[in-house]
């Protein structure tokens, strides 16, 4: 597969409960997006990283939030004390560009539900 | 404050007929806009972009117009197949931005009817 894959597809957790969901970019692509979608939604950014640097974290909606990429490629997006508002579709995207606004080709997502 | 807005939430059109979506935005630093196509448990998939330089870029049966002095923007699909109904997303980026992140509208559902 020359995708972007995530896993896993889908999650359940307990309200409090902490999760990681886990993206495989395209092999060589520099940069890496996460976004959150909630129901009805568009896309809205979450982070971005350009390798091993995350150099945008401004959407991060709290600091329960954390994403990591520590060798520029599998990047692990972690939430803790999961909250229901916490549920929606978590994208991940890749970009063979550094920055500018080139082409972003996403995985299939995470839906994450926090009972 | 939804800095991209696509304010129709579905269209319904016939096979062979012309769909347009359409989408506004607000910031003028705006300078890269992108459509991009959702099926049903799927990622969003590239379409087709436009840079701010220029006012039309065609790509087979996909079009899209921009129109700054209007803040708008427009996808043309002819002729439209049951196939092309998913959910489409317009995005907006700063090209000088040095990350690249792509501000989304809310989608607008295409419905093509055989």
């Known amino acids: 597969g020359a995708g972007v894959s995530q896993s896993p597809r889908y999650k359940v957790a307990k309200r409090g409960q902490d999760v990681a969901l886990r993206c495989d970019p395209i092999?060589?692509?520099?940069?890496l997006f996460w976004y959150q979608q909630a129901l009805g939604q568009g896309p809205e950014f979450l982070t971005y990283?350009?390798?091993?640097?995350?150099?945008?974290k401004s959407g991060l909606p709290s600091d329960r939030f954390f994403a990591e990429r520590p060798e520029g490629s599998v990047s692990t997006l972690k939430i803790q004390r999961t909250q229901q508002e916490d549920s929606a579709v978590y994208l991940c995207?890749?970009?063979?560009?550094?920055?500018?606004?080139?082409?972003?080709?996403f995985g299939p997502g995470t839906r994450l539900t926090v009972t | 404050d939804q800095q991209v807005k696509q304010n129709s939430p579905s269209l319904s059109v016939q096979e062979g007929r012309i769909s347009i979506l359409n989408c506004d935005y607000t910031?003028?630093?705006?300078?890269?806009f992108l459509w991009y196509k959702k099926y049903p448990a799927e990622g969003p998939t590239f379409l087709i972009s436009?840079?701010?330089?220029?006012d039309k870029n065609e790509d087979g049966r996909f079009t899209v117009f921009l129109n700054k002095s209007a803040k708008h923007l427009s996808l043309h699909i002819v002729p439209s197949q049951p196939g092309d109904s998913a959910v489409y997303f317009c995005?907006?980026?700063?090209?000088?931005?040095?990350?690249?992140?792509?501000?989304f509208g809310q989608g607008t559902t295409l419905q093509v009817k055989p």
């Open positions: 436009i840079s701010s330089i220029k």
């Open positions: 910031n003028s630093m705006f300078d890269y």
């Open positions: 092999s060589g692509h520099v940069s």
């Open positions: 995005a907006a980026a700063t090209g000088s931005s040095n990350t690249g992140k792509l501000i």
């Open positions: 995207a890749s970009s063979l560009e550094v920055g500018g606004a080139y082409e972003q080709y």
């Open positions: 990283f350009q390798n091993e640097a995350q150099l945008d």
